[in-house]
């Protein structure tokens, strides 16, 4: 009776509980297209902080190839031959005060890269999913052990976003 509750008990462990790490996309989406963005940030808006950033949509496009890159479950492709069409503008770029010494030098921001985004099926035209405010961020220091330069937050934060598109994508279904 035991031998057969721990046998029971190692099948079970071993055929698991069907999660995986395998991407959800329906079978047809094999390739993705990623439209150059636009530019909307509006630099004399006082809420992003005086961030300016040159060359940024094209900085987010990249960030974004080379994550579907990383990821595998789609290629890259001209919008011709593309299943999928990753269209999208750059919104904001926002840095926030997160943390003050008592003599009010910041010692930490946060950084967020906002990008409106629509997800297009190339055969039908349908959209298939939009996002008027999809957002990637990070956090950084200015001294310390942990201190970063802006430039590297803001490729955190495009590293962020990118992961948090490709998972949008192929995970979403």
């Avoid at 987010?60 to 595998?72: E, H, K, Y």
């Avoid at 593309?82 to 943390?99: K, P, W």
């Avoid at 930490?108 to 405010?133: F, H």
């Avoid at 970063?148 to 990118?162: E, G, P, R, V």
């Amino acid at each position: 009776m035991v031998r057969l509750f721990l046998s029971t008990l190692l099948i079970l462990s071993i055929a698991g509980c069907g999660y995986t790490t395998g991407s959800l996309l329906p079978p047809q989406y094999k390739k993705i297209a990623i439209q150059p963005f636009e530019n909307k940030v509006a630099y004399v808006d006082e809420n992003n902080g005086g961030l300016y950033v040159p060359a940024l949509e094209t900085n987010v496009r990249s960030a974004i190839i080379d994550r579907f890159l990383f990821d595998g479950n789609l290629h890259i492709a001209d919008a011709d031959k593309a299943d999928l069409v990753l269209s999208g503008e750059v919104t904001g770029i926002v840095q926030d005060t997160l943390r003050q010494d008592t003599n009010q030098n910041v010692q930490e921001y946060r950084i967020r890269v906002i990008v409106a985004l629509t997800m297009t099926d190339t055969a039908t035209g349908k959209i298939l999913w939009k996002e008027p405010s999809f957002t990637g961020e990070t956090t950084y220091f200015l001294t310390g052990a942990q201190a970063q330069t802006q430039s590297a937050a803001i490729d955190a934060a495009l590293l962020d976003l990118a992961t948090r598109i490709v998972e949008r994508t192929v995970e979403n279904w």
